[in-house]
Structure formats: C-alpha cells, structure tokens
C-alpha cells in the first residue's frame, strides 16, 4: 500500500456541498477529481459521519476526491485539526489518517481519508452510504412532521 499521496478522498463536512471554512479552504486549495467510493460502512455520528473501511464490505461510501498535491503538507496539517488528530488531542482520537484506495470510474486511486476511529455499533448506519443524501432525507423528512 501506498505511504504517501496527492490525492484526499473526503464522505462528509468537507465535501461540495458544504460551505464551513474548512470545505472552503479544501475547495479553494485543490483541484476536485471526481467521484469516489469506498468499501465499508457510513454512520451518522450527529453532527457528521464517520467510515469504517472494509475491503470485505458489500456496501460502499460515496465521497469526494480531490487533488490536493501544490498544497498537501498545509491543508492535511489544518484538516487533521479540524478531525481532531494529533499530539494535542487526546487518545483515543476519534479519526484517523490513512490512505485507502478509492473507486474512481473503476479505476483504484490511493487517497487520504479520515477513517473514524471507534465503535460504531451504537451509531445509526446511513444504508446509502451518501451523507449529503442522507441530510436531504433528514431535511425531507422533518419537514413532514
């Protein structure tokens, strides 16, 4: 498996259709792939989603990828912070930073992904393996109450 990469696979807060300052800061700092997914499981941890990756797995997240390489060493360093990784955050963290490949039209490209960290045997799965779809379900769904 790859050890480094320009490329980060994003499933959540960071992906397009988000407008906090850390999306915007990826979006206007990297140059956008295409679509991408990956093996495992999405959960719904309130406020964001989290993945398991399983190679096994017969479902797949639906994210992001984007070329992040001209300016790779300062968006992972601000994009783990906002994940809350690294030495000032304590253990266990919930994320981690790896490289997993990605789907892309059938072709595998290795890509950062923040991977959740901990159990999600308690967290609500998302079938879809889509967030955005899944918050305009929720959104639907609210609005019908």
Known sequence: MATDSDFLFV??????????????????????VGPGTLAGLLADLGNYPGVIHDSSAITVVHGFIYNIGTRKTELLKTLDEYEG????FPEPQE?????????????LIPCWTYLYNLSIHTQLLINSGDYALFLSDQQQKSRLR
């Open 11 to 32: 499933y959540g807060t960071l992906g397009p259709s988000f407008t906090n300052p850390h999306a915007t800061l990826l979006h206007q700092n990297s140059q956008y």
């Open 85 to 88: 990784i690294g030495p000032d």
């Open 95 to 107: 994320y981690v930073r790896t490289i997993v490949p990605i789907s892309n039209d059938g072709t």
